[in-house]
């Protein structure tokens, strides 16, 4: 497999001083390159040497010299600067689109290394890997988990980046979409995100000073007051209670005024989820958030302490939503408060992000500091991903480390790409076959 010929060419998982071209020349490889994931040569500026003379350029790999000709490096300038072809079966001489012969070596896949691949891959239980994880050092563990919690941050960051350019720059709408997004709480991110994408915020900064004109703007632009989505269950009872014709004539006031079209309501998702998470109740908190001017680019950005940040989240709900969890659906007195659990999900998901994304944009290394500093300082997240590490012995202190486990799951481990995962790694290196894997407890 050529991507296990990957892994050995990257990792040296080869003898060490019998390497030979086919055409019989020493080999020593001084930098076997950096590993690229994108088009092009496999590998780019390795450092070897052929017969004692130093090459710098880039390495390709396959499982067979023929692969060259069958993807078409032959014509391809891009391949012009490789400098060795790396094959675990020779069928015959590489040439480049300048017509230069291609140094080659064979290099065979260890067969322990093989036996332990094939195992992850027939795992079916998460962590495939986790027979051998615990024994590893903790200074590999950590490692890896600072490494996944930084590329987590930075596809975030990137997600923020690609927003900006569309809004133009509009950082406050920025913060406000990320915010909606996050409110979805994982469920419903997509729709919220939708929603956040619907709402004009000139428009709503008009009637800031107003919150049932907000509740009527955020909930209409969501859909939920249109006749259909009063669920039968609950109809007469929220036609009886007159507060969803109130709340959908102000919306059709609104959206006379500004010229708006509301999402469809049927991308909003409730089954399996928790009254408190209902949409309905989400989007009067954050039109109560919006209403009291709180959270902003600015306040984040002046916030210093956890505290400080969570003090700018806090919202509740109005009279009417006390006691509903939507139109007609009636529950006990609450007034629907953010719980820390909460709060602190949308620090990760929203403040942490955007500090640090707008500090790479306005060079402000500090603001990018301060986001790393509050997941650091954030208890880690509790889910079903965290609570497995945990029953194998794993430490997860922080909200960095379940952020690193999160993306180790989604990224690696669930796409079986243990060749790029450091604990796969190790894995594969080990002398000892593990021939069988028991199922961690779930």
Not at 119 to 134: F, G, Q
Not at 137 to 166: G, M, Y
Request: negative net charge; hydrophobic residues 35%; proline residues 4%.
């Amino acid at each position: 497999m050529e991507r296990l010929l990957h892994y050995v060419w990257q990792h040296r998982q080869y003898p060490f001083g019998s390497l030979k071209t086919i055409a019989g020349e020493s080999i020593e490889v001084i930098d076997p390159g950096l590993h690229n994931e994108n088009a092009g040569p496999d590998f780019f500026d390795a450092k070897i040497k052929v017969s004692g003379v130093c090459w710098v350029g880039n390495v390709e790999i396959h499982s067979v010299s023929s692969d060259w000709y069958h993807h078409h490096h032959d014509s391809d300038p891009t391949y012009n600067n490789v400098i060795l072809h790396v094959v675990e079966k020779d069928d015959g001489p590489v040439v480049t689109a300048s017509g230069r012969t291609v140094p080659q070596i064979v290099i065979q896949v260890p067969e322990t290394i093989r036996e332990h691949y094939d195992e992850l891959l027939r795992a079916e239980k998460y962590p495939p890997c986790y027979s051998n994880v615990m024994n590893l050092p903790l200074s590999v563990v950590r490692v890896w988990l600072d490494k996944l919690a930084d590329e987590r941050l930075k596809i975030k960051t990137a997600r923020i980046n690609q927003l900006s350019k569309t809004l133009r720059g509009d950082w406050e709408d920025v913060l406000f979409i990320t915010l909606g997004r996050s409110f979805g709480f994982g469920i419903n991110g997509d729709a919220f995100e939708e929603w956040a994408s619907k709402i004009p915020l000139m428009a709503a900064g008009k009637h800031r000073d107003d919150l049932f004109q907000l509740e009527a703007l955020f909930l209409g632009q969501a859909g939920l007051l249109e006749d259909e989505m009063l669920p039968s269950s609950h109809r007469e009872e929220a036609l009886r209670e007159g507060y969803f014709q109130k709340i959908q004539h102000e919306y059709r006031f609104l959206a006379h005024k500004f010229t708006l079209q509301p999402m469809n309501g049927l991308h909003w998702r409730f089954l399996r989820l928790r009254p408190q998470n209902f949409p309905h109740i989400r989007l009067v908190q954050l039109a109560n958030l919006f209403f009291s001017r709180r959270f902003s680019l600015s306040s984040v950005i002046e916030a210093r302490t956890l505290s400080e940040v969570r003090s700018l989240l806090e919202t509740e709900v109005t009279s009417y939503w006390q006691t509903h969890y939507s139109f007609g659906a009636k529950s006990s007195e609450s007034v629907k408060t953010l719980r820390q659990n909460s709060l602190d999900s949308l620090i990760i998901n929203t403040v942490v992000p955007i500090l640090y994304a707008y500090g790479n944009h306005s060079l402000h290394e500090d603001y990018c500091k301060r986001a790393l500093d509050f997941l650091n300082q954030m208890k880690s997240e509790e889910n079903h991903i965290t609570r497995v590490w945990k029953d194998l012995g794993l430490a997860v202190h922080s909200a960095a480390d379940s952020q690193a486990l999160i993306e180790l799951r989604n990224r690696y481990c669930d796409r079986k790409d243990c060749l790029r995962c450091s604990f796969g790694w190790e894995y594969l290196k080990q002398t000892k076959i593990y021939s069988t894997l028991q199922e961690p407890e779930q």
